[in-house]
Structures are given as structure tokens and as C-alpha cells.
Nanobody
Framework: QLQLVESGGGLVQPGGSLRLSCTAS????????IGWFRQAPGKAREGVAC????????FYGDSVKGRFTISRDDAKNTVYMQMNGLKPEDTAVYYC??????????????????????WGQGTQVTVSS
């Protein structure tokens, strides 16, 4: 089955930047939507960015719009998220996922949404001074 592995997380100061990567391995599905999600302690998991191959559209949560940029390279089975102007509120574990049903999801999601589809193991992003 499809496996997703995130990388690029770390500890940065407010205003700093990181680029997250997610690479697929194993059996590769011809998916359309792939997105980035995050979950902070005590908070619901939320979709923050998503990109569709069918029409090339991107979607962002209001809290990250203008600061985060999602992109994908289907030939490399990789999706990226460039994060600029990081804030302490961005501290969370970040996951990439191919949801099932395969559509973009933005904002808080229910448990059923992340118990299905394909999800990475997560990478920690900590923004602190």
C-alpha cells in the first residue's frame, strides 16, 4: 500500500522558514488531492493546505494563507510545503495525507477522516524564541 513519509521539521525562531517534504513509497496510487495537516496538543487535526492535480488548484487555511505554499511533483511522488513567517501558533505535528474520499480538506477534520486514506507519520515543527 501507499506509504507517505514527511521530513523537514525542526525548531525555528518566530519569523523563520522551513520547507516540509513528503515522499510516497510502496505501491503508488494515481491520486488527485494531497494535503498537509497539523495537530497541536489538545487541538483537533486540521487541514492547512491542499493541492489538486486535476485542475492545479490550491487551498489554504485562513491562518496560513500568504505564508505557506504547497506544491507537488508527481513524477517524484513528492509534495512540498514552504512555510515562511512562522509563528509560535504554527507549532504542531505536521502530516501529509491523501484523503479518502480523495478530496481537499481544510480546517478541523473528524476522526473518521484521518482513520481513512493514506497518512504519513508526522514531523514536528516547533516555533519558539
Amino acid at each position: 500500500q501507499l506509504q507517505l513519509v514527511e521530513s523537514g521539521g525542526g525548531l525555528v525562531q518566530p519569523g523563520g522558514s522551513l520547507r516540509l517534504s513528503c515522499t510516497a513509497s510502496g505501491f503508488t496510487l494515481d491520486y488527485d488531492a494531497i494535503g498537509w495537516f497539523r495537530q497541536a496538543p489538545g487541538k483537533a487535526r486540521e487541514g492547512v493546505a491542499c493541492i489538486r492535480s486535476s485542475d492545479g488548484r490550491t487551498f489554504y487555511g485562513d491562518s496560513v494563507k500568504g505564508r505557506f505554499t504547497i506544491s507537488r511533483d508527481d513524477a517524484k511522488n513528492t509534495v512540498y510545503m514552504q512555510m515562511n513567517g512562522l509563528k509560535p501558533e504554527d507549532t504542531a505535528v505536521y502530516y501529509c495525507a491523501v484523503p479518502s474520499p480523495n478530496m481537499c480538506l481544510i480546517g478541523p477534520i473528524a476522526t473518521a477522516a484521518y482513520e481513512n486514506g493514506y497518512w504519513g507519520q508526522g514531523t514536528q515543527v516547533t516555533v519558539s524564541s
